[in-house]
């Protein structure tokens, strides 16, 4: 007798914890913490460059522009940091306004290398300066388009693997070179990714954690198929992107049995979306999880003062806004768990530097890894946006 199926159903833990481990045989961005950093660090040390602009779209600008922008307001960077994304006109225009062109290092950023943003932003970018060997550097795969424009014009290059996706490279030099340019100590960041990387495939704390809301989420995803992310500090913002795409990228995937997976994901910011998107959570149709970011400690002392205007609010004088903004979210957390129906779960990030940022990412990055090894899905593709690049390419070709 002969048995086929092309069903599927959830596998235990330790199945999907086996299928990590052989993962980290050919998908790259595993062991992606335990890199040598000492050409990137070498090169960012004889950089004079005051301003640093990433050209890169969606993977190649995320993951940094996420910890530049949880770290910058409380890092004293000697350098900026910039990124042309888009080929909005009015974007780049304002963008290379404020860049000071001629005292600029410019990262060509594309895997491909043939990115549209990217080379179009780049092409334009060599009618208002020359790019040489002293100002522009090459990131991209070996033998792409980038590659052989770096040999051509003598240009530094640095690769990255075949095996490291873009949404998953952060930890990459796609994200350490940017970060590194302007002073951030990469060496203690990727401490933070190897810590969390110990403590999974170790089955510690966060094999444990990340498992447990792996097999929820999954179980649960036809009921639940929204995942709210509610991030309570505005440096978090540009985390939010960053999780918006590995979630939706690496799972919005047809799995096994044909099935379209619908799992969405949704990035917020506290208290300001306390006013909007926090009614629809409440009182809204119960298809959410949601998972709140706060930040334990600030460090920064700033106070409403007494004896000011409005005495009838008398009551938010003298409390530290740092205060504030935690009661906030432990008020918001408070009332969607008196709901009683509304999954959720709370991540503290102990503070504002490097190592946090990092282990915040790394556990995400493993997390989505968990939850396409449970759908039995291919994590690390992107099918779904190759037919509008086609479509595109054909435009543009027959626009000539």
Do not use: C
Request: aromatic residues 12%.
């Amino acid at each position: 007798m002969k048995f086929e199926k092309n069903y599927y159903s959830i596998r235990s833990n330790e199945v999907i914890f086996e299928k990590l481990e052989e993962e980290k045989e050919h998908i790259g961005y595993y062991r992606l913490p335990f890199e040598n950093t000492d050409p990137i660090k070498e090169f960012a040390s004889k950089n004079t460059k005051e301003d640093i602009v990433v050209l890169g779209i969606g993977g190649s600008s995320l993951g940094a522009r996420a910890i530049y922008q949880f770290l910058r307001h409380k890092h004293d960077f000697s350098k900026r940091l910039f990124f042309l994304e888009s080929t909005d006109p009015v974007d780049i225009r304002s963008q290379l306004e404020a860049i000071n062109l001629e005292n600029a290092l410019f990262l060509v950023i594309s895997k491909s290398g043939t990115t549209v943003e990217t080379i179009s932003i780049l092409k334009y970018l060599s009618t208002r300066i020359s790019l040489d060997h002293n100002n522009t550097v090459i990131i991209s795969s070996k033998g792409s388009t980038l590659d052989s424009y770096a040999k051509e014009n003598g240009l530094p290059f640095f690769f990255l693997a075949e095996n490291v996706g873009g949404r998953f490279s952060v930890f990459s030099v796609v994200g350490l070179l940017p970060l590194a340019l302007i002073g951030v100590d990469i060496d203690n960041m990727l401490r933070g990714a190897q810590k969390i990387y110990h403590s999974f495939f170790e089955k510690g704390k966060s094999y444990e954690e990340l498992m447990e809301k792996a097999r929820f989420i999954v179980e649960n995803k036809y009921r639940f198929n929204i995942n709210v992310l509610f991030s309570y500090s505005s440096a978090l913002e540009g985390f939010n992107k960053w999780y918006v795409q590995l979630w939706a990228e690496s799972l919005g995937k047809i799995n096994i049995n044909g099935t379209r997976q619908a799992l969405t994901p949704v990035g917020l910011i506290g208290p300001v979306d306390q006013h909007s998107f926090l009614q629809l959570i409440m009182e809204g149709k119960r298809d959410k999880t949601v998972t709140f970011i706060k930040v334990e400690d600030f460090e920064e002392e700033i106070f409403v003062p007494t004896k000011s205007p409005l005495s009838e609010l008398d009551y938010l004088e003298g409390i530290s806004f740092s205060k504030l903004i935690d009661m906030q979210a432990d008020a918001t957390i408070r009332s969607i768990a008196e709901q009683g129906d509304i999954p959720y779960d709370v991540i503290t990030i102990d503070k504002v530097d490097e190592y946090n940022i990092a282990e915040l990412i790394y556990s995400y990055e493993l997390l989505v890894s968990i939850i396409g090894a449970f759908l039995q899905i291919n994590t690390y593709d992107q099918p779904g946006v190759e037919r509008g690049k086609i479509l595109l390419k054909e435009m543009l070709t027959k626009s000539q």
